[in-house]
């Protein structure tokens, strides 16, 4: 049972259809207790963005780097993870950006890591500043949800040809850059730009991360049916070549070894919410 479950409220909230393209999910956050919550959260590889409806958060860099969480914020695409505190009384709104939308909202790509950035900034307007304003006079979290999807249509460009042709590739023995550059003539290597251009991250980080992110579905899902882990298992599963590659990812996205991951996996949570 996590120990948080009475004073840390989160949970996922499913987009409409019509917004799947755009938005993975919405995710929400807040701290009921008297205390500061902190949290270490598993990267994504999808860029956020944030909004605060209460007291001040922090983000904490694997460089102990700390920035403070405004009213809104965007962060990402979110490729290690890092630490967040949430003191008593706030209340975040996360917005999770899917494929290459946040490109299509913006026009262009952000390679923050894990630093912020005013969205206005993007922009060049203060529309979100706007935005924030009428989502803070709000109470119920899914009328903010509806709120926030209804001003983003006007912003929102169609996407192209090969970013949807790489967000729906679905074959998982097949080279996606590959098979798109085959399909529409284009060079590999204009492929590999576009990708990273529209997504923020290239095709051969994607898959690691893919890769890491079953082999964390399967160590939980072994832990909570058996309580123990075969670790073996985990790497044939995977693909990994052995347990020190295992551990080298681990030590890449979370800063942390498998085991003690699996030890400390309540205060380690994924914005889907999952």
């Known amino acids: 049972m996590n120990p948080n479950q009475e004073t840390y409220q989160s949970y996922r909230i499913p987009v409409p259809k019509e ?3 755009v938005f993975s999910h919405f995710y929400f956050a807040a701290n009921t207790s008297k205390n500061n919550i902190t949290k270490t959260l598993i990267p994504s590889f999808q860029t956020m963005l944030i909004f605060n409806f209460g007291s001040k958060a922090l983000l ?36 999770n950006f899917k494929a290459d939308a946040f490109y299509r909202f913006f026009g262009r790509t952000r390679f923050l890591g894990d630093l912020t950035v005013d969205p206005d900034e993007l922009l060049l307007d203060n ?24 001003f983003c249509k006007p912003y929102l460009k169609s996407q192209d040809d090969i970013p949807a042709l790489l967000s729906n ?3 998982g023995s097949l080279n996606p850059v590959k098979s798109v550059a085959e399909q529409t003539g284009h060079s590999e290597r204009n492929i590999q730009l576009i990708h990273k251009k529209h997504f923020g991250f290239s095709a051969k980080e994607l898959s690691r991360y893919e890769r890491f992110i079953k082999a964390i579905g399967f160590i939980q899902q072994l832990a909570s049916s058996t309580g123990k882990v ?13 347990q020190s590659q295992l551990i080298h990812d681990f030590k890449h996205f979370i800063h942390t070894s498998p085991k003690k991951f699996l030890k400390f996996q309540y205060d380690i949570c994924r914005a889907s919410g999952e």
Request: proline share 3%; net charge neutral.
């Open 127 to 150: 529309c979100f500043h706007y935005l924030w304003q009428h989502l803070n006079k709000i109470e119920k979290v899914a009328e903010k949800v509806a709120f926030i999807l209804n």
């Open 19 to 21: 917004f799947e393209t």
């Open 169 to 171: 590739f679905q074959s």
């Open 230 to 242: 075969n670790w073996f298992e985990i790497i044939e599963k995977c693909g990994y070549y052995d």
């Open 60 to 95: 904490t860099s694997k460089e102990k780097v700390e920035i403070r969480i405004g009213n809104c914020v965007v962060l990402g695409p979110v490729k290690q993870a890092f630490s967040y505190t949430l003191f008593p009384g706030t209340q975040l709104l996360i917005a």
